[in-house]
């Protein structure tokens, strides 16, 4: 019996080890955005830091958005035609494509930032806005999340309701937006979430991709570590903090509700 | 007016046949079920009908008007799936609507029929309910329901039972047959289970390997089995191969199956030195009389000895497994007949054989 406890108590000592290492720093980064001067534990709190980064937070935060929000949607429509035919149909190359779709999440972002810039640079992409090139790469980074999640809900969703839905009278489009498309939803909003997430932290990709006017906020963090302000940065990255940590809460909650069907 | 007719339909799968030149009609308002193990292409035959699947070959007319190759949508068939595929999104109220929005009914027209289909099934407490937090058999009520509320020219059942526990099963069987014969639709019902389909139908079509084995009323399927196939499935037969000895007259015959004499009809034209087989029901046997006439007992005709194996008690009866010179006999008797003879494991047992029907083993 002591020795069952022994073990507990090193398990549970470990356990709180590993939380400790994960949320001390990311606890020190708050506390620094909104500490007067870099110090370890400030006496007193402030929000200018905030105030200050407030002409380049907001314009920042807005270009993210403008690349992560239109490159999700771009993802989920082309994951809604892709996770049907994988799921309904049998062709040759199927499990090929299952296991490309999961590519972009081990290539590593070097290569890819990398290769995304030669295709800008060469091709007769080289004119067009960083904000096109980006919102295309973009979704190539969305995608896999996207496209994961709407196949487990083709799965879920049986293929004899779209028979039953036929039997009733419905043609195959009203049984799409009636049937299929109302099941699918909280795997569409659950994968859009984590990509949309996956989309505003990127930084490795996006650093090969922006220019001077067009610069979204992971990148805008790098940058202000110039300015010699460590609080500066703070604040910036406490913001980003906070959109994962609620995005993050979001795809969890909706999971959930999916589970509790 | 016929409801369904069915013509030469086929369908094979790559190599396997899975439907092979069916044809059947079910006049309008009766039930029909199609009968047959698992794998006999019953199922892909009502999937025919409903339009779910095309067939190779074959016409199918419901109502008189030829659907062969009209998509399930445009054909009014109330459908019903052994795992109810009910759409877990909607109430139950907006499952049973579905069809009729689909149609675009009047709100009223809905509401009446969602009504009346909901008394009908008697689930008129559930229609707020989602189909997650109904047991099984309100779910099949639920899809039964929802096929009915479409007023369909004419209803699919595929083992709408099967996926119930025994006593639900057992209730709603009789609940369907009054079902069917209230609402007076063409019915056309799938199962493996011989009770339900004796219970339910007016005529039963069985099916074996793509194949119609015979159709008729659940008493000739189960008096006058017309194949092997169909002895052998149908009720608990005991199946005796041997040659015919003598003729009677038009109708009997004494016919020879390991030693043991038989006398029975035959049901199918046969010539004389033909192979047959003896069909005897296990519930036809009769336990032979006291000990002192037993050695009597051994050559007479439709009289079989042999040692008992196992006794099996179900309640109002006994299941015998007989060994005798024939091969395994299973023979029924009831509880009184049981212990007024004492049968005990062990014993040599005469058993007389009521009624013996006689098949070419060519079938």
């Known amino acids: 019996m002591s020795r069952v406890s022994f073990f507990r108590i090193v398990l549970l000592m470990l356990a709180s080890l590993t939380a400790v290492f994960i949320c001390v720093p990311l606890a020190m980064l708050i506390v620094q955005s909104i500490s007067p001067n870099p110090v370890l534990w400030p006496k007193t709190f402030t929000l200018k830091w905030y105030r200050m980064q407030g002409s380049t937070i907001i314009p920042a935060v807005i270009t993210s958005i403008s690349i992560s929000f239109p490159a999700t949607l771009l993802a989920v429509v082309t994951s809604l035609p892709l996770g049907r035919a994988l799921v309904r149909y049998d062709f040759r190359g199927k499990y090929l494509i299952r296991w490309i779709i999961a590519l972009p999440i081990i290539t590593p972002g070097v290569s890819l930032g990398l290769a995304y810039l030669q295709l800008a640079n060469t091709s007769f992409l080289r004119g067009v806005h960083p904000w096109v090139m980006l919102v295309a790469v973009h979704t190539v980074l969305v995608f896999p999340y996207t496209a994961r999640s709407i196949l487990a809900g083709y799965e879920m969703c049986n293929f004899i309701l779209e028979e039953a839905s036929a039997t009733l009278g419905a043609r195959p489009v009203q049984t799409y937006f009636k049937v299929v498309l109302p099941i699918l939803v909280p795997f569409i909003l659950a994968g859009a979430v984590v990509g949309f997430a996956r989309s505003m932290n990127d930084f490795i990709i996006t650093m090969f991709l922006v220019q001077p006017d067009f610069i979204p906020l992971s990148i805008q963090i790098y940058r202000s570590t110039s300015y010699g302000t460590p609080p500066l940065t703070s604040a910036l990255a406490t913001i980003l903090l906070l959109f994962s940590v609620t995005f993050a809460l979001i795809a969890e909650y909706t999971l959930r509700r999916v589970g509790g069907q | ?363």
């Not at chain 2, 008394?119 to 229609?127: A, S």
Request: charged share 25%; proline share 3%.
């Open chain 2, 1 to 363: 007016m016929k409801g369904l007719v069915v013509e030469n339909v086929s369908k094979s799968y790559g190599e396997v046949q899975a439907v092979n030149n069916v044809s059947f009609d079910v006049d309008k308002g009766k039930f029909l079920t199609l009968l047959g193990p698992s794998g006999c292409g019953k199922t892909t035959t009502l999937r025919i009908i409903g339009g779910l699947v095309t067939p190779d070959s074959g016409s199918v007319k419901i109502l008189e008007k030829t659907v062969t190759h009209l998509p399930p949508w445009k054909r009014n068939c109330g459908f019903v799936f052994q795992s109810f595929a009910l759409f877990p999104h909607m109430s139950v109220k907006e499952n049973i609507a579905y069809g009729l929005r689909i149609r675009k009914l009047k709100k009223n027209e809905i509401e009446s029929r969602i009504q009346r289909v909901s008394t009908l099934l008697n689930i008129q407490e559930l229609l707020h309910r989602k189909p997650h937090q109904l047991s099984g058999g309100q779910q099949q009520r639920v899809a039964l329901a929802r096929a009915l509320a479409i007023e369909p020219d004419i209803l699919l059942m595929d083992e709408p039972l099967a996926n119930l526990d025994a006593k639900l099963r057992d209730r709603l069987r009789f609940e369907l047959r009054d079902l069917q014969r209230e609402t007076f639709t063409t019915t056309v019902y799938v199962t493996h289970d011989q009770e339900e389909a004796l219970a339910l139908s007016d005529r039963i079509l069985i099916m074996h390997q793509g194949k119609v084995e015979q159709i008729g009323t659940p008493q000739e399927i189960f008096s006058q089995p017309a194949t092997i196939f169909v002895a052998s499935f149908i009720g608990r037969n005991n199946l005796l191969l041997g040659k015919v000895l003598e003729r009677r007259n038009s109708e009997e015959a004494v016919v020879l199956c390991g030693g043991i004499t038989l006398l029975g009809r035959f049901l199918q034209p046969l010539s004389s030195d033909e192979d047959v087989v003896a069909v005897v029901g296990a519930q036809d046997f009769e336990i032979a009389g006291g000990e002192q006439n037993q050695e009597d007992n051994i050559n007479a005709i439709n009289v079989i000895t042999g040692s008992v194996k196992t006794i099996i008690f179900s309640g109002t009866s006994y299941t015998i497994m007989l060994i005798t010179s024939a091969g395994e006999l299973r023979v029924e008797v009831s509880s009184e007949e049981f212990e007024k003879k004492r049968v005990r494991l062990g014993d040599r047992l005469s058993v007389i054989a009521r009624q013996v029907k006689i098949l070419s083993a060519g079938g």
